[in-house]
């Protein structure tokens, strides 16, 4: 099987794709995996190391061929505030609990999730649900989902309360560090 080596990022090239695959936000965070593009091209993604692919990058396959990523269309809410100040706050605590964000002009989006929709509401926010391409913050996050890039400074968080979230991205573990920080909840 073919294999594609190579991501091009967004803009980076300009020939015609031969294929297209549509992944969703998991899938456009991996090394290693077989694909199938929308004309039925397989090929086995092969990276030296976990990249996170946007829509509108390419994959390079051995022969030269380019792989258009687009980004699947998910089942999203859109967070809104009365001002930009109570955005950044709820954006805060989105971030407190380590959830992939995407960032739009006038809110933040994230993955469908009742015990968040419940919290945001709590806090004054509106709430869209919504289906597009779901392209969070953070190369850095993706990249430390994958290998504790963001994590290898060695700390440990204490967040002083028992309702810290966790979803599946979240796979570093906060009690085995050298030293720690308080984040002060008010």
């Known amino acids: 099987m073919i294999r594609a080596t190579k991501v091009l990022g967004q803009h980076r090239w300009m020939q015609s794709a031969a294929d297209t695959v549509v992944l969703d936000f998991d899938d456009r965070h991996r090394r290693r995996m077989a694909m199938t593009g929308t004309r039925g091209l397989e090929f086995l993604l092969d990276l030296e190391n976990a990249v996170a692919l946007r829509g509108g990058d390419a994959l390079v396959l051995e022969d030269g061929r380019l792989i258009e990523v687009v980004a699947a269309a998910e089942s999203l809410i859109e967070i809104r505030g009365a001002d930009p100040l109570h955005l950044v706050r709820i954006a805060w605590h989105l971030g407190n609990r380590h ?12 993955r ?7 919290m945001v509401k709590g806090l004054g926010a509106r709430i869209l649900e919504i289906e597009a391409p779901f392209d969070p913050e953070g190369g850095a996050y993706a990249q430390a989902s994958h290998d ?3 994590h290898e400074h060695g700390h440990h968080h204490y967040h002083g309360d028992d309702h810290h979230h966790h979803d599946e991205h979240c796979d570093h573990d906060h009690h085995h560090h050298d030293h720690s920080h308080a984040h002060d909840h008010k």
Do not use: F, S, Y
């Open 112 to 118: 469908r999730d009742h015990v968040i929709e419940a």
């Open 99 to 110: 959830l992939p964000t995407q960032i739009m002009p006038k809110g933040l989006r994230i």
């Open 148 to 150: 504790h890039a963001a």
